[in-house]
C-alpha cells in the first residue's frame, strides 16, 4: 500500500508537469514566433521595415517591424485576462473547462498556420490566449485538493514550456528551415498530450475526500460564496497581486518593446535570429528559478519587483546608446531577467498555499493569476509607443 501511495505521488506530480507545460506552450511559441508573425504577414506592405531619417545631413537607420511585437503580446494576453477576470466568480466545471481549453489550442494552432493576414494572425493568437487563459485559472484552483507540491511541479512545467517552446521554434525554423506555419501544424501534438496528462494520467481527488474536506471547511466551495463575499476577499489579496503584476510589467516591457531593438551588427547572428535566442535565454531563466521554488523559497516578492526594475533601466539604455560590448552580457542580463520573473511566479502561489486559509484558496489562486496578466497587458500597451518611439532614434 506503501508503494502505491509514492507511485501515485509521483504520477500526480508528473501530471501537473506536463499540464503545466501544454497550457503555456502555445503562449510561448506565439510570442516567439512574434517577430515573424508579422515580418511575414507585412510582406506585401514592405516587410521588414526600416526606419531612416535625415538630421544633420546624416542618415540613420534603425531595423524596426512597422508593428513592434507589443501588438503580438496584447492578442496574446487581453483574451487571456478577461477569462481570468470572470473565471474566479464561476463554478468550477474541471472537466468542461478542460475540453474547452484544449478545443481552443487546437483552433489557434491552424488559425495561425492558415493566416495570410496580421488580422488573422492575430485571432490565431487570440485564441491561444483564452485556452491558456482559462487552464492557468482553472488548474490553480484545482490544485488545492491537492498537496503543496504541485505548485511546484505545475510552475515547473511552465517554466519548461517557456525554454521548450522558445527552443522548439528556434530550432525547426532556424536549424531544419521549417516555414512558421508547418511548425504551427507540428505543435498541433501538444494538446493531444495534454488530454491524454488529465484524463489519463492525473489522479484525481475522490468524491468522498472533497466532501470530507468540505465538512472540515464549510467555506471550501467557491460556489458557496457570495459574489459579494469574495470581492470583500480581494484586497487582502493585493499583497501577492501588486508585487508579481509589478515583476511581469517590468518583464514583458524588456521582451515586447526592447528585445526587438537591442541586436549586433555583423555577428554569426541574424537579427531575427537574436530575437528568437533572447526568448530562449529569457525562458531557460524562468525554468531554472520556477523549478526551484522548494529550494529557494521567497516570502517578499517586492525584491524581486525591484531588481526587475532595475532590469527595465538597463534595456532602456542599452536600446538608446548600445552601450554593452558584446552580445554574451546581453544573453546574462536576459537569463537574469528570467529568473526574477520565474521565481515571482512560483514563490507567489506557493506563499498563498502557506498563508492564506483552505477555505479561500481555491479563489485567491485564481484571483491572483489574473495580476500577472494585468501587468503583461500594462506592458503591451506601453511597449507599442516605447518602440514606435525608439525607432525613429538614431542608433
Given amino acids: 500500500m506503501e508503494n502505491v501511495e509514492v507511485k501515485a505521488s509521483i504520477l500526480t506530480l508528473a501530471s501537473f508537469w506536463i499540464l503545466g507545460l501544454c497550457n503555456n506552450f502555445g503562449y510561448v511559441v506565439m510570442l516567439s514566433s512574434a517577430h515573424d508573425i508579422l515580418n511575414s504577414n507585412s510582406a506585401t506592405s514592405g516587410g521588414n521595415k526600416t526606419v531612416s531619417l535625415n538630421s544633420t545631413q546624416e542618415e540613420y537607420k534603425r531595423e524596426c517591424n512597422h508593428l513592434s511585437t507589443g501588438v503580438i503580446l496584447l492578442a496574446d494576453i487581453i483574451p487571456g485576462l478577461l477569462i481570468k477576470t470572470f473565471s474566479p466568480f464561476?463554478?468550477?466545471y474541471i472537466n468542461r473547462r478542460l475540453s474547452l481549453c484544449i478545443s481552443l489550442t487546437i483552433a489557434s494552432f491552424i488559425t495561425v498556420a492558415k493566416a495570410n493576414t496580421e488580422l488573422v494572425a492575430a485571432v490565431?493568437?487570440?485564441?491561444?490566449?483564452?485556452a491558456s487563459g482559462l487552464g492557468e485559472s482553472?488548474?490553480?484552483?484545482?490544485?488545492?485538493?491537492?498537496?503543496?507540491?504541485?505548485i511546484t511541479s505545475w510552475s515547473s512545467g511552465t517554466g519548461a514550456a517557456g525554454i521548450l517552446g522558445a527552443l522548439t521554434y528556434a530550432g525547426l525554423t532556424g536549424v531544419f528551415h521549417l516555414s512558421p506555419s508547418t511548425t504551427m501544424y507540428l505543435m498541433l501534438s501538444v494538446p493531444f498530450l495534454m488530454a491524454v496528462s488529465f484524463w489519463v494520467l492525473l489522479e484525481h481527488p475522490k468524491k468522498d475526500q472533497i466532501?470530507?474536506?468540505?465538512?472540515d471547511c464549510p467555506d471550501?466551495?467557491?460556489?458557496?460564496?457570495?459574489?459579494?463575499?469574495?470581492?470583500?476577499?480581494?484586497?487582502?489579496?493585493?499583497?501577492?497581486?501588486?508585487?508579481?503584476g509589478l515583476v511581469y510589467f517590468f518583464e514583458y516591457l524588456i521582451n515586447q518593446g526592447l528585445f526587438e531593438?537591442?541586436?549586433?551588427?555583423?555577428?554569426?547572428?541574424?537579427?531575427?535570429?537574436q530575437y528568437r535566442w533572447y526568448q530562449v535565454l529569457y525562458?531557460?531563466?524562468?525554468f531554472v528559478s520556477r523549478t526551484s521554488v522548494n529550494l529557494f523559497p521567497i516570502e517578499k516578492i517586492w525584491i524581486l519587483t525591484i531588481l526587475q526594475g532595475f532590469n527595465v533601466v538597463y534595456f532602456l539604455i542599452e536600446t538608446l546608446y548600445s552601450f554593452t560590448p558584446n552580445i554574451y552580457i546581453i544573453f546574462a542580463m536576459i537569463g537574469f531577467e528570467g529568473l526574477l520573473g520565474g521565481g515571482a511566479y512560483a514563490n507567489s502561489y506557493h506563499n498563498i498555499m502557506k498563508k492564506v486559509p483552505k477555505e479561500r484558496q481555491e479563489f485567491s489562486m485564481a484571483m491572483t493569476s489574473l495580476s500577472d496578466s494585468i501587468g503583461v497587458t500594462l506592458a503591451g500597451l506601453l511597449a507599442i509607443p516605447l518602440h514606435n518611439r525608439i525607432c525613429y532614434i538614431p542608433k
Fill in 90 to 92: 464561476f463554478a468550477l
Fill in 124 to 130: 490565431g493568437v487570440a485564441l491561444t490566449s483564452m
Fill in 138 to 150: 482553472t488548474l490553480l484552483s484545482y490544485m488545492i485538493n491537492y498537496e503543496r507540491n504541485v
Fill in 211 to 215: 466532501s470530507t474536506m468540505a465538512n
Fill in 220 to 244: 471550501l466551495s467557491t460556489n458557496s460564496q457570495s459574489l459579494s463575499n469574495k470581492l470583500s476577499y480581494v484586497p487582502s489579496l493585493l499583497k501577492f497581486m501588486i508585487p508579481l
Fill in 261 to 273: 531593438l537591442v541586436y549586433f551588427e555583423k555577428i554569426w547572428l541574424t537579427h531575427a535570429e
Fill in 283 to 286: 525562458q531557460l531563466g524562468v
